[in-house]
């Protein structure tokens, strides 16, 4: 495996989300990878496989590249070029166990991926998190809210994934609460209590600054 995996592995992730407004910013992965390597220290797992794995968790997510979605062709090709063969399966049952798709969504069956998927989502929750809902609701021209539009609670993912009409708002109810208990490791689960609080603070003064 080349000495600069690592390194290169940042280069490609950026190279990957130039052109992205949907969220799925190089900022995101980055900030995924520093979370998750600091659990992977807390949990004794494997640094350089979590670190891989968050830097290309995202380069073939189903909205960036749907092409390249279900293969991992992207992160495959990178870990192949890179003489990282004996690690690349490891790895990319990481990348595809990680994503959010409702509330039957997998549980990685390696401590590296339980680290990368709760970093993944402490980043989806608490202030950041409320600013990449909005910002990605803006880039579909969703509305921030309409009390018409009810939320779909408890969506296993054949629902969850389905296009349809939604709010912003709604996106709370639907992933952003439930993130909170469905953390993997004691330290991402102390992390979210706080910034659930915060999430549910924002929605509750939204709210009632909605209904006068
Ligand atoms: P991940 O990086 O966790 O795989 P997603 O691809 O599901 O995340 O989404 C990227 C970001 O956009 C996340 O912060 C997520 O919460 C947000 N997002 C996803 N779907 C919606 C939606 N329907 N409305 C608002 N925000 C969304
Ligand atoms: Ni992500």
Redesign the pocket.
């Known amino acids: 495996m080349n000495d600069n995996i690592i390194e290169n592995a940042i280069r490609f992730a950026e190279e990957c989300f130039k052109n992205d407004s949907?969220?799925?910013d190089i900022d995101?992965t980055l900030r995924v990878y520093r979370t998750a390597v600091r659990l992977a220290e807390r949990e004794n797992a494997d640094k350089k496989i979590t670190a891989l794995a968050a830097l290309l968790?995202?380069v073939d997510?189903?909205?960036l590249s749907p092409e390249t979605a279900e293969s991992k062709s992207r992160a495959r090709a990178f870990l192949k070029e890179q003489g990282a063969e004996e690690e690349a399966e490891k790895i990319i049952r990481i990348i595809s166990q990680?994503?959010?798709v409702g509330t039957d969504s997998p549980v990685p069956d390696s401590i590296e991926g339980k680290c990368v998927q709760d970093a993944?989502?402490l980043?989806?929750i608490g202030a950041i998190?409320i600013a990449?809902?909005?910002s990605?609701?803006a880039d579909?021209k969703?509305k921030m809210y309409d009390p018409d539009v009810k939320p779909l609670e408890g969506a296993k993912s054949s629902e969850y994934l389905a296009e349809r009409e939604?709010t912003?708002l709604?996106?709370f109810y639907?992933?952003?609460f439930l993130l909170k208990d469905m953390m993997n490791t004691d330290s991402a689960k102390r992390l979210a209590e706080g910034r659930d609080r915060l999430m549910h603070l924002f929605v509750e003064s939204f709210l009632e600054e909605w209904n006068g």
């Open positions: 949907s969220g799925h995101h968790h995202d997510d189903r909205k990680v994503s959010f993944d989502r980043d989806a998190g990449r809902a909005f990605f609701g579909r969703r939604n912003t709604n996106h639907e992933k952003l």
